[in-house]
């Protein structure tokens, strides 16, 4: 018992410690930050993505509500980016803490001389094409192993008594 009150307030005590010598998030790291997603057009390729998703969404909303007029369904994509688009800001503001926790401000600097190369350039020129292939690439992944999915479940279900 003693060992455990023990243990349990040296932790506790180990986690003060670390955040009490965690280095604030300084005004150079946060500009930093604040230019790598600029380089990087990370907050423009989460807006792509998100729009890319609301399609995806359209398009079974269609399916699953025939009834709702063409019209209406081909404007609410529209409207879903705009809201987006209005509030990227608080998505930025949400992602700066994020780089902060997993980035020190030298690797930041790094990041931005590697983006500013040719090379990096060429990522971020890439990287929504980079990622709408692997979208896709993972869709059809995830398709094939439907089969072998509904397989397994079939089998372990009937294995449990439950009647499929």
């Known amino acids: ?11 506790a005590l180990s986690l003060i410690g670390t955040t009490a010598l965690a280095d604030p998030l300084t005004t150079e790291k946060r500009a930093d930050i604040e ?6 057009n990370a907050l423009a390729l989460s807006q792509q993505m998100a729009t890319a998703t ?3 969404m359209m398009q079974s909303l269609k399916q699953a509500r025939p009834d709702i007029p063409e019209k209406v369904l081909n404007m609410l994509p529209g409207e879903v980016e705009a809201v987006f688009s209005e509030n990227m800001g608080s998505f930025k503001e949400a992602m700066i803490p994020i780089y902060d926790k997993h980035f020190t401000d030298p690797e930041l600097k790094e990041l931005i001389r590697f983006y500013a190369t040719p090379l990096g350039t060429k990522l971020i020129a890439t990287m929504p094409a980079l990622m709408q292939d692997g979208m896709v690439a993972g869709q059809r992944w995830g398709m094939s192993l439907g089969p072998k999915i509904n397989q397994r479940i079939t089998t372990k279900l009937k294995k449990e008594g439950v009647k499929i």
């Open 1 to 11: 018992m003693k060992f455990r009150y023990a243990a349990t307030t040296l932790l």
């Open 35 to 40: 230019k790598l997603l600029n380089m990087t």
């Open 54 to 56: 609301v399609r995806s």
